[in-house]
């Protein structure tokens, strides 16, 4: 569960605090290497839920729903790039026509 959280932090920097929202091979395969550790992570669930857990199985599965979030936000933010970057330029030739 670790690995993946580490996994993630890589993640995350490379792709909100760089200046293009581009997603790169090596990206890819830290998105799928999240994805399947995620997946496993859903039949560690179902086995602490058999074993009636009733600690760590509602823990793992709020981490689980969250993460599947996470992967719906990069989503939407990939398919809205263009359109937030073609907003970004109008700013800025507002503010260069006007020196703001």
């Known amino acids: ?50 074993q009636d857990s009733i600690w760590w199985a509602p823990v793992l599965l709020q981490d689980i729903v969250l993460h599947f979030y996470i992967f719906l936000q990069l989503a939407i933010e990939w398919a809205n790039w263009g359109q937030r970057e073609q907003q970004w330029q109008k700013e800025q030739l507002f503010m260069e026509q006007f020196e703001l």
Do not use: P, W
């Open 1 to 50: 569960m670790f690995t993946r959280h580490l996994l993630e932090v890589v993640l995350l920097r490379q792709v909100y605090f760089n200046s293009e929202f581009e997603i790169k091979s090596y990206l890819k395969v830290l998105l799928g290497a999240i994805l399947v550790l995620n997946c496993f992570l859903i039949k560690l669930y179902v086995d602490l839920e058999n």
